[in-house]
């Protein structure tokens, strides 16, 4: 049920933009407010789903609760994660503009300073209630579910269902723009396998659906915008960006990397007691509530 509500939610939230014609045709264009509105009202609709169905069984304290919201760890444990999750999409987003400098794809040409900085920190400030209705749904109700499919597997689907859920605005040119659909979709979804493999095994080791939050926010308040300011020519996000292909390979030895500390500590004898949650958990048995 959650994951219908959430898709047809989509497609209702960017119905005016597809009835209006409206279609980002290269990337120099800008976001019409009609499309701004828009995807904030789809940003909203994984959170305020996952809500209604856990609160319609269990009551509103006990959704809180089971989605993460309340805090099961001292406020330096969440410090410290939200700021590593926060550096995470930049240095991955950093790897993959080195590879794309070295093919051709991009020039860097300035360092960002305080007046760079400053004002992205304000509209991610602004941003951040959008991007914590994203992170509650997927991260808070939906991830809790896939991890009966195992860790990774459950993780990799995830990602997958999150690529897909972009597909409304991933058709018009939101994150491709000029490039043909068949192409874009694709490469939005494994995109979004390899960066929400990433983010969900934050917001495990975590415990904490706000440490995903900050990687969220990190990837597209920080990384994106600052790709575009570090250069003066124009970037085609598909080839240099964080949610290019320029960055599947840093992006797919970190996947890697955390499926390799999983199953070292699997082993037994490393001290595995609950490597899937950083020993906090997915808090209680998911509600009985379809996915």
């Not at 409206?22 to 789809?42: D, E, F, K, S, Y």
């Not at 909203?44 to 856990?54: D, G, K, S």
């Not at 920080?222 to 085609?236: E, N």
């Amino acid at each position: 049920m959650f994951l219908v509500i959430s898709f047809v939610g989509a497609w209702v939230a960017m119905a005016p933009l597809w009835l209006d014609g409206l279609r980002r045709a290269g990337p120099g264009q800008g976001t019409p407010r009609l499309a701004a509105v828009c995807m904030i009202l789809m940003m909203l609709v994984p959170a305020l789903t996952a809500f209604a169905l856990t609160a319609r069984h269990l009551g509103a304290r006990e959704a809180v609760r089971l989605l993460g919201l309340t805090r099961a760890t001292p406020w330096r444990h969440e410090i410290r994660w939200a700021m590593t999750a926060l550096t995470i999409p930049l240095c991955l987003t950093a790897a993959g503009l080195a590879l794309a400098t070295f093919a051709g794809w991009y020039l860097p040409e300035r360092l960002p300073g305080p007046a760079t900085i400053a004002p992205l920190v304000l509209s991610a400030l602004v941003s951040l209630p959008l991007y914590f209705g994203e992170e509650l749904g997927w991260q808070g109700y939906l991830l809790p579910r896939l991890l009966r499919h195992g860790r990774m597997r459950g993780l990799l689907i995830g990602g997958a269902v999150w690529g897909a859920w972009h597909v409304p605005m991933t058709a018009l040119g939101g994150s491709y723009p000029g490039h043909p659909v068949l192409l874009g979709i694709p490469v939005a979804v494994v995109t979004a396998m390899l960066l929400g493999t990433v983010i969900a095994a934050v917001r495990l080791a975590s415990g904490s659906v706000w440490a995903a939050v900050a990687a969220h926010v990190s990837l597209n308040e920080f990384a994106l915008p600052l790709t575009r300011h570090i250069s003066d020519r124009l970037v085609d996000p598909l080839f240099a960006g964080p949610l290019s292909m320029s960055t599947w390979p840093a992006s797919g030895l970190a996947v890697l990397g955390v499926w390799l500390v999983w199953r070292r500590r699997d082993v037994p004898g490393n001290g595995a007691a609950d490597t899937s949650t950083g020993g906090k958990g997915v808090a209680g048995p998911p509600p009985p509530a379809g996915t």
